[in-house]
């Protein structure tokens, strides 16, 4: 396939053709073959066109997981607009402020909930749903002129603090999934088992899974059960999921054998080696970390030590290179921390405020990550933190995350976050909040603290350890850090 002449909708085309018969999507309204998602994107195409969307038009896709954010997605991109999803759940102020700073003209959204500016709201009938369509601006500006081919915008996290609004080209989101599927190997024959919040996961998976024509299979809850019941009903092959995913069907108490089940993939945040080492010994697959970022794709995939290395994200898929380099852009020695750079297909054309181009951002063609990580000689690649959240201990650095795994592996602890707190002495020293999965069992805050000196630096144990309710998450499920 040459990406450069195709657009994102010609693949569900193309693929419809392929495999008209093939299963594309199992939710809970029933299932599609490709032939008839292809039919409803068609025919919702027309219904907008009908209604007032332009080519180039700026249209917000807002539905719950399930075909409609699948089929709004394409019917959008058919009409040649610029689409952004997001996700149903976000508040008033971050939808209206991601809104504004993408100059949305059109919300297509699976309820009538989302008019937050008076405007009169359309219904659009499905076969079996009815979608919204709101008018957000009368008028159609190209505020993205300075970019060709412009196809989703998407905000690196969420849409508070310095969040970044991504722009990709049809051409760049078709070279990261061709690059993506080199290290995957999904084919026409694959079922995927699909957990993830689709707003914020659908380049390189979504989109990828439609090109290669697999069955989508949607799971509307996060229940253990329901996740293995769907994946024994519709024969999954390939899960992807969050370390939290991971762990609640690793710690699932019934017997169920996912026979057809080959490849697992775990994103979004780090796992602990104790969770994929449960979830091979009862499923019977090791569990591959990977390293995504909504600017470069998922250029890192640990699928040839999963087993034996799970802390790694694994090495650079063939069309790309990394490095680790330090302050002066020069590669660190083996081992040692620096700063991770990448430079490969499909990276992201531009940001879209202030209008920057890609050229601008990258360093002698490198994206800098802005993560910290190391690379052993054969090139395995371990993630250590991000750049901005590493913690001094008089002149030590300490990584959150490396913290977090630990204390994660402690028994009755849900979910943790690791963070810098002020001391007169030392600069800063480890601060720790916990999530308890029972609130309500007394928990001993020594004997976590010695569980991180049996496993830690001394300088990288927590000093305060508060018990908390829950831990603020991204909407692609990473910690909210400040």
Known sequence: MDSSHETIYETLVNTASLWPDNLAVAD???TLTYQELYKQVEDLKDLLLASGLRKGSHAVLITKNNRHFIVGLYALLACECVVMPLPPYQKAGEFKKALNEAHIEFILADTPDHNIYGATSKKIALSNHDLHLNAVRSECLSFISFLDHAAVMRFTSGTTGDAKCVILSHQSVLERIEAANEGLQLT???????????????????????RYGCGIIICEDFMAENILDKAIEHQ???LYASPMHIRLLAACKKDYVLPKLT??????TAITPSICKAFQEKYRTPVSQAF????????IINLQHSSDHPEAVGYALPAYTV???DETFQPVPVN???HLAIKGPGMFDGYLTPPTLRQDVLKEGWFMTGDLAAMTKEGLIEIKGRTKNVINVSGNKVFPDEVEVVINSFPGIENSKVYSHNHPLMGEIVAAEIVLYD????????ELILHCRQHLSSFKVPQRITIVSDIALTGSGKIKRG
């Open 236 to 238: 999954g092959t390939f």
């Open 292 to 299: 995504g970022i909504i600017e470069v794709g998922l250029p």
């Open 323 to 325: 490095r680790v380099v």
């Open 28 to 30: 809970e309204h029933g």
């Open 336 to 338: 040692e921390v620096g």
């Open 439 to 446: 609130k309500n069992e007394r928990f001993d805050s020594e």
């Open 263 to 268: 490849k697992v993939v775990s994103t979004t």
């Open 188 to 210: 026409a024959r694959d079922r995927v088992i699909w957990v993830l919040p689709m707003a914020y996961h659908f380049i390189v998976s979504i989109i990828l899974y439609v």
